[in-house]
């Protein structure tokens, strides 16, 4: 019974957020869903890595160790729920972007955001809200595009936050 209700409001919730985008350009949504495919990633992890002498270094070793802990998590999860995307499974519904993969829970974009937020705020605390921030937009993207559903970009945050920190509490 509680799963079934939990289901619905996630549901709902996805149908109130997803019709915001409807008969509308998202172009600038696409964009900031791009932002989390991982090229990003890669770009600050080296720029920090060749120009921050205080913590460039040990940030990228922890993001580096944080991704390689998360993929594998990440797609054992996919394999294990295969739940199937809204996109795929809701009636009259068809996501504004060719989703990377079949399954939704968890959001990969949301996790990789997530634990790139928590290494920037742990490295960096100035701009703890600004990683955070986007993190969460890339969560949010993740459903106005029409390939998640709210507790998938839940349980990515999650996998995000708890991967950082066993990585930072390892190598930070």
Known sequence: MLMKSLTKYDTDLFYRLYKLTQKRDCR??????????GY?????GML????????????????LMAYALELPIYVL???MFKRPRPCDFLMN???????SDK???PSGHTAAATLMACIVAHYYPPFAL???SWAALIGLSRVLLGVHYPSDVVAGSLLGVT??????????
């Open 130 to 132: 600004l990683a955070y």
């Open 93 to 99: 519904l068809t996501a504004h972007v060719t989703p």
């Open 28 to 37: 600038s949504i696409v964009w900031l869903s791009k932002t989390g495919d």
């Open 48 to 63: 920090l890595w060749a120009f921050e002498p205080e913590h460039g270094e040990l940030f990228l070793y922890t993001a």
């Open 77 to 79: 999860l996919k394999k």
């Open 163 to 172: 991967i950082a920190t066993l990585s930072i509490s390892i190598l930070g």
């Open 40 to 44: 990003l990633y890669f770009v600050i």
């Open 103 to 105: 399954f939704s829970l």
